[in-house]
């Protein structure tokens, strides 16, 4: 039998840190190492999930926790503020990074590859594990081809602190891939309420939602003369995003350099 993946969860007590924890503790082939979050306390991480008690406390710094504990995957839901600082840290130790968290640049995810590769390791930045908006991303980029008039609209709820969604930003990369850049819209076109029309991104727009009680929903609109296309996914729990997650770990001690987009990871 091959060795379980000692796993480290940051943002541990977090919504997605939980599931990520459940799913670490509960799974033959992975093994907790540490358990991350700044204002837990030193409480018993399986006891914080509402499972039996695991001998893992939660502890407040990753580095320290990286140094002593020396897992092999770093899993990070915390915040976008976090990401960067969060990542370097792991791949300074060693460790395979595999960040949920979304708000990286282009220009950070391309230094970052470069630190993976320097150090030999492999690292994901996923801005999203769900197998169903995966393929709404691959759809999109296909219809892309034949519909080059586009709107992006995503859903979340009203706590999410970036805006768009990094999956509507990777969706918008795609689509880019398969269309040439054009300019959209009335080109005497008026905002009267700024905003009003979304973000610009290659001629088209971006338009984020933002309620309570809303999980993660994105549709992909199309139009051409006499139709139109949608391309929608919606996601109700966290724990849908989980096989994805170990699916991730299990990848990221395979491969070198920084993945951008679970999609890589798919078959
Ligand atoms: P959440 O419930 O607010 O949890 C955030 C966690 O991060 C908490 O444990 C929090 O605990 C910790 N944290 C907050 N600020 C931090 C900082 N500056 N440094 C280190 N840790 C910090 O958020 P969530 O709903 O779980 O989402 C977490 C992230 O995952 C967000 O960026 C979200 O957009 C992303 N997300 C990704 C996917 C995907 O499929 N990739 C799916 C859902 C959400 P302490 O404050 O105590 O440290």
Redesign the pocket.
């Known amino acids: 039998m091959s060795q379980a993946i000692r796993v480290a969860v ?8 939980r599931e990520v924890v459940k799913l670490v503790l509960t799974d033959p082939d992975l093994e907790l190492a540490a358990a991350i ?4 306390g030193p409480v018993d991480a399986g006891r914080m999930v509402g499972l039996e008690e695991c001998g893992i406390y939660v502890t407040a710094d ?1 580095g320290q926790a990286l140094a002593e504990t020396r897992p092999d995957v770093l899993v990070d ?6 990401a960067m600082p ?1 990542t370097e840290l792991a791949i300074q130790y060693g460790v395979r990074p595999v960040m ?4 990286f640049t282009p220009e950070q995810i391309a230094e970052l590859d470069k630190q993976c590769r320097e150090k030999g390791i492999g690292g994901l930045i ?5 197998i169903g908006a995966i393929l709404m991303m691959r759809f999109a980029a296909q219809a892309a081809k034949y519909f080059p008039h586009v709107e992006i609209i995503e859903a979340h709820g009203d706590q ?3 805006a768009p969604s ?1 999956t509507s930003i990777k969706t918008a990369e795609l689509i880019a891939q398969n269309r040439q850049e054009l300019k959209q819209g009335n080109p005497n076109e008026h905002e009267i309420l700024e905003g009003a029309r979304g973000g610009y991104y290659n001629g088209f727009r971006i338009h984020s939602v933002r309620l309570p009680g809303v999980f ?1 929903q994105q549709e992909v609109m199309f139009g051409a003369f006499g139709q139109s296309l949608k391309i929608r996914h919606d996601s109700y729990e ?1 724990a849908g ?1 989980m096989p994805g997650v170990k699916v991730a770990v299990q990848k990221v001690m395979e491969t070198t350099g920084m993945v951008y987009g679970f999609e890589h990871f798919l078959d």
């Open positions: 940051a943002g541990a007590s977090g919504r997605m840190g979050a700044r204002s837990a990753l839901f915390t915040t976008p503020q976090a969060n949920g968290t979304t708000g996923a801005p999203n594990f769900s999410k602190l970036d990094g993660a966290r995003y």
